[in-house]
């Protein structure tokens, strides 16, 4: 990595542990081993799940429900000796996008990333808009009948729940037309919510989805706006979040 938090070297990409303690071990072994016995100016983490607001540990993670409650950033910085930031991940991987990769250039980016789960984050000017809890898009109900939400039939866990394939499989046959309905009318909401300048589509399935097919759906929900923005699929795909760590930290010390 560079002093000036641009440029890096090949990432190390670790399975995130199910304990918590293992995982926070994991962080702080691999840092210590990046840096080299340098000093570490900052620590960028990002973790999925709604953060408190002082942004030191989870309030709530539905993938992650043994680190709740734990105190990330305190153990992290009382070992490492330095500052750490912690933030939504899905925050810091459309950062990431939003500065780096398929939403550059343009003012106001949506993130939405739909893998395990569908998460999101709005980016106005290379910087996440204010906001209290986070972003939360795959909360948003879609049927009220059942009460479920986008991420109760669009993510890959509902998929692999329902049909009992995995999501690429799935992508290849005449159901996935009603997932990308249920796909295109969250997208709509958030669009209507947000009113952005580009959406970014990211996660493990975004590779199955056609960036012009998707706009063409939500148009055919769209009764308000004149025109339908840009979607685009994330180029950058599993380092997202090491361009995103790397572009909040700038940021916060003016590198």
């Known amino acids: 990595m560079s002093r000036d938090c641009i440029k890096f070297d090949e990432p190390i990409i670790e399975e995130t542990p ?18 080299g016995g340098e000093k570490i100016t900052a620590v960028c983490v990002g973790i999925a799940g709604v953060l408190n607001e002082t942004h030191s540990f989870l309030l709530k993670s539905p993938h992650l429900g043994s680190w709740e409650k734990i105190p990330i950033k305190e153990k992290i910085e009382r070992i490492l000796d330095t500052k750490v930031h912690v933030e939504n991940d899905t925050d810091i991987v459309g950062l990431g996008e939003a500065v780096s990769g398929a939403g550059r250039g343009f003012d106001i980016c949506v993130y939405i990333t739909i893998s395990t789960g569908i998460g999101g ?4 000017k290379g910087k996440f808009e204010k906001n209290r809890y986070g972003f939360e898009p795959g909360f948003q109900i879609l049927n009220t009948e059942t009460g479920e939400n986008w991420e109760d039939l669009a993510s890959g866990t509902a998929i692999e729940n329902k049909f009992g394939m995995h999501p ?10 009603k997932i ?26 975004s590779r199955d989805f056609d960036a012009e097919r998707m706009r063409n759906k939500i148009f ?36």
């Open 18 to 35: 199910d304990n918590p303690a293992d995982g926070i071990q994991l962080v702080i072994e691999t840092i210590q081993r990046l840096a």
């Open 220 to 255: 055919k929900y769209m009764k308000i706006h004149p025109t339908i923005l840009e979607i685009r699929i994330a180029e950058l795909g599993s380092i997202g979040g090491v361009h995103g760590g790397f572009a909040f930290l700038r940021q916060y010390y003016s590198l």
């Open 121 to 124: 984050v709005k980016i106005v």
């Open 168 to 177: 690429k499989d799935v992508a290849q046959s005449p159901n996935w037309d």
């Open 180 to 205: 990308e309905e249920y796909v295109a009318m969250g997208l709509h909401n958030s669009i209507i919510h947000w009113s952005p300048d580009v959406v970014v589509l990211g996660g493990s399935m």
